[in-house]
């Protein structure tokens, strides 16, 4: 079975940083695209962050230098170092594969970790 399982969320002031992680199990995960989104009470899912097969990178205008994304292929593991954290930061946070960057949707969700920044 397809496993998506991420960890590192917490609370934090504003300016701290966090770093979550998703472990990956149960598909290829070198050959799909991985990303994180967030969503927080009453707002739309947003896509935080992507890394594509061999590295690409693409960040929301929100988070752009200030997180930052990466993947271990050995490992099968995707993290998130978030820096600089604002309270408009604070969400649930979920880790996602696709076979197609831009079609998330139809992959694997984690069931997510919590952020909060005050």
């Known amino acids: 079975d397809v496993q998506l399982v991420e960890s590192g969320g917490g609370s934090v002031q504003a300016g701290g940083s966090l770093r979550l992680s998703c472990a990956a199990s149960?598909?290829?995960?070198?050959?799909?695209?991985m990303g994180w989104f967030r969503q927080a009470p009453g707002k739309e899912r947003e896509e935080v962050a992507s890394?594509?097969?061999?590295?690409?990178?693409n960040y929301a205008d929100s988070v752009k230098g200030r997180f930052t994304i990466s993947r271990d292929n050995a490992k099968t593991t995707l993290s998130l170092q978030l820096k600089s954290l604002k309270p408009e930061d604070t969400a649930m946070y979920y880790c996602?594969?696709?076979?197609?960057?831009?079609?998330?949707?139809?992959?694997?969700w984690g069931q997510g970790t919590q952020v909060t920044v005050s």
């Open positions: 996602a594969a696709s076979f197609v960057c831009d079609y998330f949707t139809k992959g694997y």
């Open positions: 890394i594509d097969l061999l590295g690409p990178t």
């Open positions: 149960g598909y290829t995960y070198s050959s799909y695209c």
